[in-house]
């Protein structure tokens, strides 16, 4: 027994010598970290240890996230200058206490250089990721590694300047991939007047943020604090300004990283592949890249060319700008009021300014302390205001020299500038006096014109019946039952569907590798969804309505009729159809992260849906609804809104997709109804699903189940076996009711700092559900009252669908919640 337990015993020590990982999170000068070995943080999700990058044979110190990957994910770097070119390296604490790296001759290749002597120190790991050097008598931290970023902001850790501890945290980029030691990009915040984030390429600006409104950097919704679980940043009147970020969902992994191109990269890790996903990345177009056009030169990613002068200006270098070189920016056409000679005729003629909406505002912008109504007047008593901008969260902002790095956004959030020009820029053309001849140049001219004008018209009326033609040619061919029955003729006459692709059944066979099992996504009531690529490469989701599908033929050219000419950010996008060999095929944008109920309900279950995420899902699929309702130049009712008709794209924005069931309301109408009463059980207006009427408010009571359901991650009809066989919104009344609104509230996504919000979506989604539709509010109002905490919230009345028990008959209308149940009442 003696000679059993000795074997053990040695066995042990063999192990703790050759495994070479350390038994805790801790370094000391007893204990050292070896070439071969691996310290891990006390939670396990951050290690330090020796790595080579893919390509190198060179051996360095970094931290790495503990997560499965092919490759090690390093955030830190010790000696990135300094490699060592075997393994024979040794992390320890030398004599005088400082955390250092050795070579195999004992040379010391990296210090944290503390210049106060400490003898009794030891080094660990942080489940921050942060490595510390602390004193071992009083715990008083010495040296810590997020005081000294190398490409990496991972949570708590500062980027940009803290004047408590005199750092300044810049993340500075790898040479390359397979290089760590400092390349050309660094990133931090800079302070003039107001603090923005900047990207350098050594001393130069390479990208730039708009200013900070104290919740988002402007322009760029993706950074909103709510969406991105407390991004961060502080300025205070110590000087100290930089950014940080802590994640209330410790089931998330994400950090931000520089890489050695100068691309700034959010990364989130994806549990199902293994790997980091980048969510978004800045520079995100050309027009990213700092001062592309010059000194007022305004940028615009959809345009071509990209560069334009501001109105009121033209290039400096004509011969430059027409070849594609811009940095030389534009010069003013006019002179202002206050820069004219005295004797100038427009003398006294007041400047006024240029509106130009949803911008990136220049750079060296100058905060005023200018009420709203005063911003302007302000700017214009200044000659040397160049222009101005008021934004809530910062107030009144000033440029007093050339407007650099301007750009045109096309998203929520972004300003709108008001940029100086003379009063002859905005002067109406004047009456003049013309001589004789003039005026019959002028006749002469005017009668040419008309008559091209008559010309034009001719054949532009000429070609719109063609079209008009072609388009009924299409339909009756696609159906000519529904053709000739008149089901879509009214809805040809409302939409043009001129710009819709038609694909060669060939093209999608070959895309979806014939149809094939292993392309196909997911299987509705119309049939199977598969994926496809185009011979371009692009990505596409194919619908192929099922032969056997009798309801579908309708729905399909409904489908093609309403959302061939849709352009949101919030709807899935129809990119054409086909119609040969007696197919019935629609296909669209590929949606990579699928629809909203698999993460909800299903497999993808909790994958990156917290609720930062879920709010998002929220907003953007409401502004997609007040599309279709309001803001499109169709009025469109969508009648089938639901978790499994939202689609998440690459970044997991929403998108209203199946608009099978459709209609177009005229500009009058508010309602109406049918003897077809098509739709999801569960998400159906009680107006509409016992009496065939439908409207706007129809989709509002959709949309506030919708809610219900994201904020609960429950389904309507998920009450069966538990809660008193309630059906959702009868739960969620029942704990209106109680003030237990919490309890209704997904568990996994509950964060305390949030609760005022989860309570208020819980609020809105009840008003959406009212029984009566006069009682609901319009999506605009939703909207209004999701957006501002300051909107105050009436008190909802009784939902529809909540006086008894679910019935289990009406629960199984649809057994595959992408199937559509249709209901004939009699």
């Not at 042990?12 to 370094?27: E, K, L, Q």
């Not at 790898?174 to 990133?187: E, H, K």
């Not at 509106?355 to 220049?362: A, E, L």
Request: hydrophobic residues 35%; proline residues 4%; contains cysteine.
């Amino acid at each position: 027994m003696s000679f059993y337990r000795s074997f053990l015993l040695l066995l042990s020590c063999f192990y703790v010598v050759f495994s070479g990982a350390n038994a805790s999170d801790i370094i000391t000068s007893s204990e050292p970290l070896r070439d071969s070995g691996t310290v891990f943080s006390s939670g396990k999700r951050f290690k330090l240890g020796f790595f080579s990058p893919r390509n190198s044979a060179n051996r360095y110190v970094g931290i790495m996230f503990n997560l499965p990957s092919p490759t090690p994910t390093v955030v830190w770097v010790a000696n990135r200058d300094k490699p060592i070119n075997d393994s024979s390296g040794l992390l320890t604490l030398s004599e005088d206490g400082n955390l250092v790296i050795l070579n195999g001759l004992k040379e010391i290749i990296w210090s944290s250089s503390i210049s106060n002597s400490m003898k009794n120190s030891t080094a660990q790991l942080l489940d921050t990721g942060n490595l510390i050097l602390k004193d071992s008598s009083n715990g008083k931290v010495l040296w810590e590694s997020f005081q000294y970023p190398t490409d990496s902001l991972l949570q708590l850790m500062k980027m940009g300047i803290d004047k408590s501890t005199n750092s300044t945290g810049l993340l500075k980029s790898w040479r390359s991939p397979d290089d760590p030691s400092v390349g050309s990009f660094s990133a931090g915040i800079q302070l003039q007047y107001i603090p923005q984030a900047f990207i350098w390429n050594n001393t130069a600006p390479y990208w730039r943020s708009s200013p900070w409104d104290k919740q988002i950097y402007i322009g760029m919704p993706e950074m909103k604090s709510s969406y991105r679980s407390g991004v961060e940043l502080v300025a205070d009147n110590a000087g100290s300004v930089y950014q940080t970020y802590s994640n209330g969902n410790q089931s998330w992994i994400l950090y931000y990283s520089l890489n050695s191109t100068g691309s700034y990269q959010e990364k989130v890790w994806d549990q199902s592949k293994k790997d980091w996903v980048v969510t978004w990345a800045n520079p995100r177009s050309e027009c990213d890249i700092y001062a592309k056009c010059g000194a007022f030169g305004s940028c615009n990613p959809k345009s071509s060319p990209i560069c334009s002068c501001i109105q009121g200006f033209k290039p400096k270098n004509e011969g430059e700008w027409e070849k594609g070189e811009w940095s030389g920016g534009c010069i003013r056409r006019t002179a202002l009021d206050c820069e004219r000679n005295k004797t100038d005729v427009e003398k006294g003629k007041k400047d006024g300014f240029l509106k130009m909406q949803t911008m990136g505002v220049p750079d060296f912008v100058i905060w005023v302390s200018s009420a709203k109504e005063d911003c302007e007047s302000d700017c214009l008593s200044n000659c040397s205001c160049m222009a101005y901008s008021y934004y809530t969260g910062i107030g009144c902002m000033h440029w007093n020299r050339s407007l650099i790095d301007i750009q045109e956004y096309y998203m929520d959030g972004a300003a709108d500038l008001f940029i100086r020009l003379a009063y002859s820029e905005f002067a109406a053309n004047d009456k003049k006096d013309f001589p004789v001849a003039a005026i019959a140049i002028t006749v002469s001219i005017g009668s040419i014109i008309v008559i091209l004008c008559g010309y034009l018209f001719w054949k532009l009326l000429a070609k719109h019946r063609e079209r008009k033609t072609k388009s009924e040619a299409f339909f009756r061919e696609a159906s000519p039952k529904c053709y000739q029955n008149g089901m879509i003729k009214d809805d040809i006459n409302q939409v043009k569907i001129e710009d819709i692709t038609l694909y060669s059944f060939n093209m999608l066979a070959t895309a979806t590798d014939r149809f094939h099992s292993a392309s196909k996504l997911g299987q509705g009531g119309f049939g199977p969804v598969y994926k496809g690529k185009l011979p371009d490469g692009q990505e596409i989701a194919v619908k192929r309505l099922s032969h056997s599908s009798g309801q579908g033929l309708q729905e399909f050219m409904n489908e093609v009729v309403v959302i061939s000419r849709l352009q949101h950010r919030n709807l899935v996008r129809l990119l054409g159809c086909c119609t040969e060999r007696g197919e019935k095929i629609l296909v669209y944008d590929f949606m990579p992260n699928r629809s909203l109920d698999a993460y909800l309900f299903g497999s993808r279950q909790e994958k990156f849906l917290d609720w930062s995420k879920r709010a998002i899902i929220i907003e953007g699929t409401g502004r997609g609804l007040l599309y279709l309702h309001r803001d499109s130049r169709l009025r469109i009712i969508h009648r089938d809104l639901k978790a499994s008709n939202i689609l998440l794209d690459e970044y997991l924005n929403p998108k209203i997709s199946d608009f099978g069931m459709a209609r177009i309301f005229g500009g009058n109408q508010d309602q109406a109804r049918t003897i077809r009463v098509v739709g999801t059980y569960g998400y159906m207006a009680p107006e509409y699903a016992m009496h065939g009427r439908f409207s706007e408010k129809s989709d509002v009571y959709s949309f506030g189940v919708l809610i219900l359901e994201i904020v609960s991650g429950r389904k309507n009809s998920s009450f069966y076996d538990d809660e008193g066989e309630l059906t959702l919104l009868a739960y969620a009344w029942k704990l209106w009711n109680e003030n237990n609104i919490i309890k209704l509230i997904d568990p996994k996504i509950f964060v305390s700092s949030f609760e005022k919000q989860m309570v208020r979506c819980v609020h809105i989604g009840l008003l959406c559900v009212q029984e009566y539709a006069e009682d609901r509010p319009n999506v605009s109002t939703v909207l209004s009252m999701l957006t501002s905490d300051m909107a105050e919230l009436s008190t909802p009345k009784q939902p529809a669908f909540t006086g008894g028990h679910a019935s289990p008959q009406q629960s199984q209308g649809s057994v595959n919640t992408d199937t559509i149940t249709v209901l004939e009442p009699r």
